[in-house]
């Protein structure tokens, strides 16, 4: 598991004052990359010079409490299913001040060699990382 | 089924070169403002005047095609559930040019009188609009 | 000259209330694109299959009233000052219902292959297009 | 002057690869910002609380070299000038790994009542703080 703290932005609320819908994803993203941090040159190195990515094939979310500009989201990060080419990211977000459960998102990716846009199975680099962050 | 198609902005892809995960749901979100078009004043007036708003608890997404800069999506949306408060948005996302489909998103709301963020019935205008887009 | 509306959407605003002022160039370069609409494939086929791009070398702006949610924004596109490789646009903001002078946007572009990110004239057909906006 | 680094996210690139133009201002108000965190509760505490807001009124950009994906934005922030209501901030980027002059961009904000929108004069402990990073 990685824990990952990000405060709501500015800019990241809507019309009705709450941090918008979609921004969670956007929060989800960058906290599947901090897992990747555990490889040298990380997402970056992953997506720009190997050409591997990890389009996202489901998504499913659940949304018990907003969060507001101001707030920080907490957000645990981990693995609850590894395949041979998807692997299931698990985010748990909190209200850093009290530590009210705010989402919990699911996030299925395909490794992917993003040039021919074809399934791959997780390099063993990858697979190993992951692996260690797996909490089915 | 409201109908609406909107093309990937310049902006909107991520550094693969697709049309980037969490933007979908900025695009579901559109598209359930084009349904909220049959009220006078639509979403804007809910929100701003009556300041009744409609937070996402729930988003449930399968992607099966990307989407790349010079795509449309074509956004197919319905009512796919209506209960007192809660409301599920089906959203069939295809690709203008050849019909591929694209994703598939569920979106379940709540109806929120903003000021409180307490759960509200459905007021009779938002519920009988709301039913004449149901298709379970 | 060109005429487009946008709606300020609802993720449009910050914690302020109003348009974020970063949005407003998010909407300039949609009304730019809409210039390039002129060209058989607009401003997709030039960056998709030309490979020719135009990014911003200089940005001006002047910010008179806000914009927001619930308003439209009034956009008209002119080409103010047209060179070898560059161009500049320039977009007068009004908000649509009243017709307030919202904001004025310089936009200085330089043509560019995007493969080697090296200047280029422009060509024959977006020069002769970008002429027709010329408004000095 | 307050130094501060951004990565380039996954999502900020456009489809011609670089930072989209537009987003150098969402740094922009996170790096001003970080200038706010010298007061106690920092921004959130003057918009959310105090209700005082800083809207740009002028914005002129200079966009020297491009970012991508992978780059790291060094900010270097300062105040150029400080009128009674008006602020000028100005914001130096370059490429963290090479020290490219990447971007300059000048913002200038008016210290405003947000409740009312009208102008107001720097509170002290506001304009105190501004002082402390003015560099002419």
Do not use: Q, W
Request: with cysteine.
């Amino acid at each position: 598991m990685i824990v990952h703290e990000r405060p709501v932005r500015f800019e990241d609320v809507d019309a009705a004052g709450i941090l918008f819908f979609a921004r969670f994803l956007n929060y989800c993203h960058d906290a599947m990359e901090r897992v990747f941090d555990g490889l040298p040159g990380g997402y970056v190195d992953l997506i720009t010079n190997r050409r591997i990515g990890f389009p996202a094939v489901h998504v499913d979310a659940d949304f018990h409490a907003p969060l507001r500009f101001g707030d920080v989201a907490h957000i645990e990060t981990s693995v609850s299913k590894l395949g041979a080419t998807s692997c299931t990211f698990r985010y748990r977000f909190t209200r850093a001040r009290d530590g009210v459960h705010v989402a919990t998102i699911s996030h299925v990716t395909v490794c992917t060699a993003l040039d021919a846009m074809t399934k791959l199975p997780h390099p063993p680099d990858v697979r190993a990382l992951l692996d260690t962050h797996l909490a089915p």
